[in-house]
């Protein structure tokens, strides 16, 4: 049985990741095709053949993020209580974040900061699914004050925008090249202010 075309000649998740470090470092729009195939070792036909076109790749990569943060949050809210869930949240995000095989950088950042107009879905994409996981958390601390682990009056939706303040602070300070030992310290520090 014969195939068609010509398989690939290079490692596509490889130049994912490596079109993914692009996009990280420089935003959307200070990424060129040439940067990509100059980056990726292959040529604008083989890139079309294998991505589409920039925006479609983008897209992927984007896909991805959402993808690891997705695991992190789900993995987390089956903890045995809400406040071990946003810890959890927050210690594997700063995981994530000094992954020497990851990007640096946080993608939300990046496109909110370099990103264009072409990048305007994008964001309101991130944003959305950024709030879909905390309506993911905010369940969690509901069914904690339900049991009675967390107080009742408790204000669900401070509490999970402050999970979310710390997160992007800490997904800052690791762009800024603070360590991951130092970044955990931060989170231990920031879980005092759990309410009790």
């Known amino acids: 049985m014969s195939t068609r075309g010509r398989p690939r000649g290079f490692d596509r998740d490889a130049a994912l990741l490596t079109a993914t470090r692009l996009f990280w470092a420089r935003g959307y729009d200070g990424t060129s095709l040439s940067d990509l195939t100059a980056a990726m070792g292959i040529s604008p036909s083989s890139f079309y053949a294998a991505f589409g076109d920039k925006k479609s790749l983008f897209a992927e990569t984007v896909q991805g993020y959402m993808q690891r943060y997705t695991a992190i949050y789900i993995e987390a809210v089956r903890s045995p209580t809400a406040r071990e869930a946003a810890e959890r949240i927050l210690r594997d995000s700063v995981d994530e974040f000094t992954d020497e095989n990851r990007p640096m ?3 939300v950042v990046s496109a909110a900061i370099q990103g264009g107009s072409e990048t305007i879905d994008v964001r309101r994409t991130l944003e959305e699914h950024q709030r879909a996981l905390e309506t993911v958390l905010a369940e969690r601390i509901e069914q904690d004050k339900v049991s009675g682990a967390l107080d009742n009056g408790l204000d669900t939706a401070v509490l999970t925008g ?3 303040t710390v997160w992007e602070g800490l997904s800052n300070q690791s762009n800024a090249g603070v360590a991951r030992e130092q970044l955990q310290e931060i ?8 309410p009790g």
Not at 187 to 194: I, S, Y
């Open 105 to 107: 950088s946080c993608l």
């Open 162 to 164: 402050w999970v979310r």
């Open 187 to 194: 989170v231990t520090l920031a879980m005092r202010a759990w």
